[in-house]
């Protein structure tokens, strides 16, 4: 159902088509779904959006005036997209990025980058990078005394990530197109149960990834219901066609396909550290990017 995050479905393109595949990427970028292509179905919020979603929150929930931001991203597919719309939604606000500077995927200390932003008075932090380095980002940060905001796409927002880094996630913002484990919604209730049934402890929170699957299942569950006996991947991709606002019940936000756009949702909520209950609260409901106007 999935071949892999970004560069992996990139590549893949070509054969998806050819063999008629309906697949749900792990990839977010844009470039899944435009221009068309009508055998990937993405299942959450691009990058991009989640990048405007962050800066929309620092100037109209935060209030920021004149706020120094900047970003630290991987040097990959997905990195490069956090870059790109960083600048872009920056720009759109009328200010320009203080920094931005590249912490890759294996890397075990940030100080360099930590110093540099501390000394450039960097008091928001915008991070588009897996789980690891960020929170190797934050951990270095604490311990040179350093505590901008610091947000986070997808795949870092994660429990996990606060039990790791305890008191130096303590200014964490995620943003997630995935319920939280402890979400109170039909939908989070129905993945702890799934996890419990397949002997998995539903006390230890699973990561985003398991419960963006869960999501993906029900939506394709769905899809199969609804093509019916005659299965066939155009009869799939057909019925996945229909879903409108279709409802996971909290898992995901409202899904929408059609047979021109696989853009599924905008949508995503931002997450904040709890410490003491070592996870991240859901401090928003479902939110899209704000349309600007000059």
């Given at each position: 159902?999935?071949?892999?995050?970004?560069?992996?479905?990139?590549?893949?393109?070509?054969?998806?088509?050819k063999?008629?595949?309906?697949?749900?990427?792990?990839?977010?970028?844009?470039?899944?779904?435009?221009?068309?292509?009508?055998?990937?179905?993405?299942?959450?919020?691009?990058?991009?959006?989640?990048?405007?979603?962050?800066?929309?929150?620092?100037?109209?929930?935060?209030?920021?005036?004149?706020?120094?931001?900047?970003?630290?991203?991987?040097?990959?597919?997905?990195?490069k997209?956090?870059?790109?719309?960083?600048?872009?939604?920056?720009?759109?606000?009328?200010i320009?990025?203080v920094?931005?500077?590249?912490?890759?995927?294996?890397s075990?200390?940030?100080?360099s980058?930590v110093?540099?932003?501390?000394?450039?008075?960097?008091?928001?932090?915008i991070?588009?990078?897996?789980?690891?380095?960020?929170?190797t980002?934050?951990?270095?940060?604490?311990?040179?005394?350093?505590?901008?905001?610091?947000?986070g796409?997808?795949?870092?927002?994660?429990?996990m990530?606060v039990?790791?880094?305890?008191?130096?996630?303590?200014?964490?913002?995620?943003?997630?197109?995935?319920?939280?484990?402890?979400?109170?919604?039909?939908?989070?209730?129905?993945?702890?149960?799934?996890?419990?049934?397949?002997?998995?402890?539903?006390?230890k929170?699973?990561?985003?990834?398991?419960?963006?699957?869960?999501?993906?299942?029900?939506?394709?569950?769905?899809?199969?219901?609804?093509?019916?006996?005659?299965?066939?991947?155009?009869?799939?991709?057909?019925?996945?066609?229909?879903?409108?606002?279709?409802?996971?019940?909290?898992?995901?936000p409202p899904?929408?396909?059609?047979?021109?756009?696989?853009?599924?949702?905008k949508?995503?909520?931002?997450?904040?550290?709890d410490?003491?209950?070592?996870?991240?609260?859901?401090?928003?409901?479902?939110?899209?990017?704000?349309?600007?106007?000059?």
């Amino acid at each position: 159902m999935t071949p892999g995050g970004t560069p992996q479905t990139i590549a893949l393109f070509d054969m998806i088509n050819k063999y008629k595949v309906c697949t749900s990427p792990n990839g977010l970028a844009e470039e899944m779904y435009e221009p068309y292509k009508p055998y990937i179905f993405p299942h959450g919020c691009t990058y991009e959006d989640q990048i405007k979603i962050m800066f929309d929150y620092i100037f109209h929930d935060l209030k920021a005036k004149n706020p120094r931001i900047a970003i630290v991203y991987a040097e990959t597919e997905f990195g490069k997209k956090g870059l790109y719309a960083a600048r872009s939604r920056a720009k759109e606000y009328g200010i320009k990025l203080v920094s931005e500077l590249v912490l890759n995927i294996g890397s075990v200390d940030a100080s360099s980058q930590v110093l540099a932003l501390k000394k450039e008075n960097v008091d928001y932090v915008i991070t588009c990078n897996l789980l690891p380095p960020t929170i190797t980002f934050l951990k270095t940060a604490e311990k040179f005394n350093y505590w901008p905001i610091t947000f986070g796409i997808n795949w870092s927002t994660d429990d996990m990530l606060v039990k790791s880094c305890k008191s130096a996630a303590k200014n964490y913002i995620g943003v997630n197109f995935t319920g939280g484990w402890n979400d109170d919604s039909p939908g989070m209730a129905k993945a702890r149960m799934l996890a419990k049934k397949y002997n998995r402890d539903p006390n230890k929170m699973l990561t985003s990834l398991y419960t963006g699957c869960v999501g993906k299942a029900t939506m394709f569950l769905e899809g199969l219901k609804r093509a019916g006996r005659n299965l066939t991947p155009e009869t799939l991709k057909a019925a996945l066609e229909t879903l409108k606002d279709f409802d996971t019940q909290g898992i995901l936000p409202p899904i929408t396909y059609t047979s021109q756009s696989h853009a599924p949702t905008k949508r995503s909520k931002l997450y904040k550290a709890d410490i003491e209950k070592g996870s991240l609260i859901a401090i928003t409901g479902w939110r899209e990017p704000k349309e600007l106007t000059n």
